[in-house]
């Protein structure tokens, strides 16, 4: 058995659905193991351009299994949509391909409505939210307040523990926003009608999986959002409320005792952040702007542009170690193509003194930029497929910064296409 984490190494966003998309051809299985409806993996092949949110990127692959694990917020709703659009296109998605655990809990209605109300409540302090209900289902996960989709094959019990969690929910809902409550009816038609849908692929993934290593399948875990989003390692409390780091994939996905042959960490070859939050290299006006259309930067799931800037050497370097990656992707070197002179983020500047440490975040806000410049190439290099062919200071760009990381790059992709990879 071989197994592999795909992860981010910054903020999100940067590249991990194409990569999963490339890398899922020697997999048998590919797992997702946190988040929700949050973030949008990216992914542009033969049946089109998705921007996947629950589904893991192996659904395009026949012949390969996709799991969504036990620590995925389960968000029913969007789910369905998002298997009816690739459905829609062509793509085959049934119970023998598409396996959900019992043990994931469902993000319910309410999750939502409380993300939004308490952005609402925030005003100018709010986090940024992608008001998907991602804070409020892993409060109430924790709290043990939600319900597990292995739940919906017992129906009798079920209709009990929704009535208990509606009566505590409401009293949130009227008491702390002023809004008005949940009905019984409301929630059993969401249900009904979501529950009923996604029930056909529940299953004990956890005992499916052991049965697949037991064989030797090899397996592929799909990580969302990036090291420092993650809820313990990142920039709190800018923060996702799951971990997105590699060493949860085991836990989240069904797999506890699994260790991982693998960490590829996907970095881009520029920074870009979405939301709130302090991001030392942040770019400001036409330089900004041109980054920003160059590189196409605008959220998959919300469409907010994405704050641009330089490289974070020092961010990356911190999310490498976090992630434990043994290899890096290097994904939208073509998008720097048009630059003649590449800004690169080597070290801080914290309290007068230079650093190559990632500081704790509230030291973060007062973190500037220590800043070198490296040759551009000024030529389309989306069209190249070899190491060799790449011009000399695209290379350099690449080693540069090999050598800073201290990881090696072993995928160089020039385009979001499959095949536009360049494999070191
Ligand atoms: P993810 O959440 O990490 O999967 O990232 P996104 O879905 O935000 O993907 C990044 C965006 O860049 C998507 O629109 C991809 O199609 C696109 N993309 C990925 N790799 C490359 C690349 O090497 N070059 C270019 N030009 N676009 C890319």
Known sequence: MKSCAIVGINWGDEGKGRMVDLLTEDYDIVIRYQGGGNAGHTVVNKYGKFALHLLPSGIFHDGVVNVLGNGVALDAENLWAEIEDVRQKGVCVDPAHLKISDRASLLLPWHRDLDALEEARLGSRQYGSTKQGIAPFYSDKYQKKTVLAGELFYPDELREHLAELLEWKNLILTGVYGVNPYTFEELMDWIVTYGERIKPFVCDTGAFLRSRVAEGKSILFESQLGALRDLDYGIYPYTTSSNAIAAFAPIGSGLPSVRLDEVVGVVKAYSTCVGEGPFVCELFGEEANRLREAGGEYGA???????????????????????????????????????????????YELDGKRSDVFPFPTALKEAKPIL?????????????????????????????????????????????????????
């Open 301 to 347: 799931k919300t469409g907010r542009p994405r704050r641009v800037g330089p490289l974070d050497l020092v961010a990356t370097r911190y999310g490498v170690q976090v992630q434990g990656a043994t290899a890096l992707a290097l994904t939208k070197l073509d998008v720097l193509s048009y630059m003649e002179k590449i800004p690169v983020c080597t070290q």
């Open 372 to 424: 070198e410049t490296l040759n551009g190439w000024r030529c389309d290099i989306s069209g190249i497929r070899s190491w060799e062919k790449l011009p000399a200071a695209a290379k350099r760009y690449v080693e540069y910064l090999e050598e800073r990381v201290g990881c090696p790059i072993r995928y160089v992709s020039v385009g979001p296409e499959r095949d536009a990879i360049i494999i070191r």
